[in-house]
């Protein structure tokens, strides 16, 4: 979510985030905090959230992931968009990088257009 919500420049407050998820900005604040001990992000007390090189490269690869299995669901297997939106949204930390390597390899020589670059 962090990803998408930067992507315009502008920076991105806890409340935004909050807003956005549907969570309390206590619970997102307690999230952020996770975050940034792990180095995905950066964040002063009151202050924009920030993505770190390394968090923008996990974000990116959820979303590479996420993109992956919504065309599979919605082109290979006819799921409905809307359906396969939060199906993805679950699978999506679950599925292993060989899997996705082998899922996205499928996509391509099947010829279906996934836009996962």
Do not use: W
């Not at 799921?79 to 996205?104: G, N």
């Amino acid at each position: 979510m962090l990803l998408e919500l930067s992507e315009d420049g502008k920076p991105v407050l806890s409340t935004d985030i909050a807003h956005t998820l549907g969570f309390s900005r206590a619970s997102v604040c307690r999230a952020m905090n996770v975050l940034k001990a792990c180095g995905y992000v950066t964040k002063e007390k009151y202050g924009p959230v920030t993505l770190t090189a390394y968090g923008r490269e996990a974000a990116l690869a959820v979303r590479k992931r996420h993109d992956l299995l919504i065309a599979f669901l919605v082109d290979v297997l006819g799921v409905k968009k809307a359906v396969a939106e939060a199906d993805a949204c679950r699978m999506e930390h679950a599925v292993s990088r060989e899997t996705a390597a082998k899922l996205e390899q499928f996509l391509k020589v099947c010829g279906h257009n996934n836009n996962t670059s």
